[in-house]
């Protein structure tokens, strides 16, 4: 099992409606967790990071995580063309999220405009 | 301009032949690191620094090398490459210990071929 999986996709949303990205690890002290965006031929950005259960929204973007089903998951509102990309998840054990930190695969997301 | 410099930025060789990629932030990041990505496997640790000094295995330390003797700098080593480190190796670096949520910051990628 890998610890940090993801469906490599491709998604495809269409321009304005929700993408839902989700992630599931098999660490159970996993305590930080991370959505980075890539653009094809370019570096990873963090876009979101979560610790606690819940949900937390910044603009356009809202994670959720459930540390008892071991699930994170990024939701991306009225998506425009350019959130086009690759969405990997990261998982730390670290409280501090900068320690050793997992990356699943990633999902290749499309938004047909 | 804050940033993560690599070089070089593309690198073709053989088989055996000792490389350093290097890596420099100047932001004075205490924390740095070093990936691989390859097609369906994603983005892998190979090691990290937490600080001077102090660095530890990622996920596929196996052939690779590093050194933190300053601050800024963190060089990536491969003493025998061989082919199946041909891959995009990115650093990245990020402050450590002054807050939850803070962001690692990556340099634009080396690409390697390993013949």
């Known amino acids: 099992q890998k610890e940090v999986e993801q469906n490599s996709g491709p998604l495809s949303v269409p321009e304005g409606a929700i993408a839902s990205l989700n992630c599931t690890y098999s660490?159970?002290?996993?305590?930080?967790f991370f959505w980075y965006r890539q653009y094809s031929g370019k570096s990873p950005e963090l876009i979101m990071s979560?610790?606690?259960?819940g949900d937390k929204e910044d603009g356009r973007f809202t994670a959720q995580l459930n540390k008892a089903s071991q699930y994170v998951s990024l939701l991306i509102r009225d998506s425009q063309p350019s959130d086009s990309a690759t969405y990997l998840c990261?998982?730390?054990?670290?409280?501090?999220?900068?320690?050793?930190?997992?990356f699943g695969t990633g999902t290749r997301l499309t938004i047909i405009p | 301009e804050a940033q993560v410099t690599q070089n070089p930025r593309y690198l073709i060789t053989v088989t055996g032949k000792k490389l350093t990629v290097t890596c420099s932030q100047n932001m004075n990041h205490e924390y740095m690191s070093w990936y691989r990505q390859d097609p369906g496997l994603g983005l892998r640790q190979i090691y990290y620094s937490m600080n001077v000094e102090v660095t530890d295995k990622g996920d596929v330390p196996e052939g690779y090398k590093v050194s933190r003797k300053e601050k800024r700098n963190f060089p990536l080593i491969l003493e025998s490459p061989s082919p199946n480190q041909t891959s995009l190796y990115f650093c990245?670096?990020?402050?450590?210990?002054?807050?939850?949520?803070?962001?690692?910051?990556f340099g634009p990628g080396t690409r390697l071929l390993v013949l």
């Open positions: 990261a998982v730390s054990r670290s409280n501090f999220g900068n320690e050793k930190l997992t």
């Open positions: 979560i610790y606690s259960n």
């Open positions: 990245a670096s990020s402050p450590y210990g002054q807050y939850r949520g803070e962001t690692q910051y």
């Open positions: 660490d159970r002290v996993s305590q930080s």
